[in-house]
């Protein structure tokens, strides 16, 4: 019985991975935008053209349905956008005052 579990329990992970990454779509667009409003594009440029460009690579995998390589871009699209918020804002500290 456990064992018939498993196997089903496996195939249910299986199939839910095959569908679009919409969660991880999401989350990396909102990530940019959050990077985009700290200043990101000038004040950490290199993380935040990297997500950028993930995020773009993820767009063109989902165009395709090749949702694993979407799903794989759009994380590293998230991650790079948190490195370029987290950029930013130690940038912005770092600011002289008007």
Same mark, same amino acid.
């Given at each position: %019985?456990?064992?018939? !579990?498993?196997?089903?329990s496996l195939? =249910?992970? *299986? %199939?839910?991975?095959?569908?679009? +990454?919409?969660? /991880? %779509?999401? $989350?990396?667009?909102? &990530?940019i935008?959050?990077?985009?409003a700290?200043?990101a +594009?000038?004040r950490? &440029? $290199? $993380? !935040?053209?990297?997500?950028q460009?993930?995020?773009?690579? &993820?767009?063109?995998?989902l165009? *395709?349905?090749e949702?694993?390589?979407?799903r794989?871009?759009a994380? /590293?699209a998230k991650?790079? &956008?948190s490195?370029a *918020?987290?950029?930013?804002? =130690?940038?912005? =500290?770092?600011d +002289?005052?008007?």
């Amino acid at each position: %019985m456990l064992r018939i !579990f498993t196997v089903l329990s496996l195939v =249910g992970c *299986l %199939m839910a991975c095959k569908g679009p +990454p919409v969660q /991880e %779509m999401s $989350d990396a667009r909102q &990530a940019i935008q959050a990077a985009r409003a700290a200043g990101a +594009p000038s004040r950490a &440029a $290199d $993380d !935040f053209s990297a997500a950028q460009a993930a995020i773009e690579r &993820a767009e063109s995998h989902l165009q *395709l349905h090749e949702y694993t390589r979407a799903r794989i871009a759009a994380v /590293e699209a998230k991650h790079d &956008a948190s490195a370029a *918020l987290a950029h930013s804002q =130690g940038a912005a =500290g770092n600011d +002289p005052k008007p």
